[in-house]
């Protein structure tokens, strides 16, 4: 069977559908936010990570391919049940990757860039990490070559997966279907893994399948009294593409420096996590939040 990249074939579609929003929007047929130096950012994010994905393509093939030598069973790409397998075992991989991702640091600090946008749109989905292949977390797909398939078809349930993800990116679909709503991850699901609200920080981390976090308690469904806010908990303010890029690893540096005997909170610990807690992890927000809801609003007499 021969290999090829469904994100390179995609690539054009991509650029189109963003133009085709862009238009869209101004012509008032669609709901989209966009900005001209948020998209620009965006799509540097996206070119700079195809980039570092090439740089580093060669090295994490390499590894599949010594893994695989090592393999337990001969899985033929040619099997639909094998596609079958893959497609599950794949996002499901995924899954924990990208709750990993939000949960401890030194991880956040490559996948933080993705998030930083206070927009919601197609050219979010580009906004993509130039670290990731340093971080190692392409390492979480080496067991499925140890288990016995074969690295080409690892990389190409991988490409399908981004390439579903990107249609994600969008507030002009609302809601589809209830049966699709319950099974696949839907723009509605990935707004609120985007959103800054404590009510939705941490939850949807599903790459195709949302039936990941509703296994693991991890789903939040979108609501419509509480509207999506973009971005991080503390935003950056910036159009700096190498700030975006960078800056959570060079905030990780800085601590280690100030206060070494905590570098491995610093590094492992979740993302705001601090040795005296003055900083507040997405945990924190969420019990905050939490405590205000359940607290009473004071009567009027008791106001006076």
């Known amino acids: 069977m021969k290999t090829f990249d469904p994100v390179t074939l995609a690539t054009p579609f991509?650029?189109?559908?963003?133009?085709?929003?862009?238009?869209?929007?101004?012509?008032?047929?669609?709901?989209?936010?966009?900005?001209?130096?948020d998209t620009a950012v965006s799509l540097g994010m996206g070119l700079g990570s195809t980039v570092a994905g090439v740089l580093i393509g060669g090295a994490t093939a390499a590894a599949s391919l010594w893994v695989y030598q090592y393999r337990l069973f001969d899985i033929p790409m040619t099997a639909v049940?094998?596609?079958?397998?893959?497609?599950?075992l794949e996002d499901m991989t995924y899954y924990w990757f990208h709750r990993l991702a939000h949960e401890r640091r030194f991880w956040w600090?490559?996948?933080?860039?993705?998030?930083?946008?206070?927009?919601?749109?197609?050219?979010t989905a580009l906004r993509q990490t130039w670290t990731g292949g340093v971080a190692g977390t392409w390492l979480l797909w080496l067991p499925l070559a140890f288990i016995g398939f074969p690295p080409a078809m690892i990389a190409i349930q991988k490409g399908i997966s981004l390439v579903y993800q990107y249609w994600i990116h969008t507030e002009a679909i609302r809601r589809?279907?209830?049966?699709?709503?319950?099974?696949?991850?839907?723009?509605?699901h990935h707004r609120v893994h985007h959103a800054r609200n404590p009510r939705y920080l941490d939850r949807?981390?599903?790459?195709?399948?949302?039936?990941w976090d509703r296994l693991f308690g991890t789903f939040q469904p979108e609501l419509d009294e509480e509207p999506c806010r973009y971005g991080l908990?503390?935003?950056?303010?910036?159009?700096?593409?190498v700030r975006v890029a960078f800056h959570e690893w060079i905030g990780i540096a800085q601590d280690i420096v100030r206060q070494p005997r905590h570098a491995l909170g610093w590094l492992f610990g979740p993302p705001g996590w601090s040795p005296d807690g003055s900083r507040e992890t997405s945990a924190q927000l969420k019990a905050?939040?939490?405590?205000?809801?359940?607290t009473p609003a004071p009567k009027l007499d008791e106001a006076a």
């Not at 049940?81 to 599950?88: G, K």
């Not at 699709?180 to 839907?186: G, H, K, L, R």
């Not at 905050?288 to 359940?294: L, V």
């Open 233 to 241: 908990v503390k935003n950056l303010g910036t159009f700096n593409i």
């Open 81 to 88: 049940w094998a596609w079958v397998a893959i497609f599950l």
């Open 109 to 123: 600090a490559s996948h933080v860039n993705h998030h930083s946008s206070q927009h919601y749109n197609l050219s």
């Open 14 to 37: 991509f650029i189109l559908t963003i133009i085709l929003e862009i238009v869209l929007t101004r012509l008032g047929k669609l709901r989209a936010n966009y900005e001209a130096k």
């Open 176 to 188: 589809l279907p209830a049966w699709f709503e319950a099974v696949f991850n839907t723009p509605s």
């Open 288 to 294: 905050e939040w939490e405590a205000r809801r359940a």
């Open 204 to 211: 949807n981390y599903a790459g195709i399948l949302i039936v």
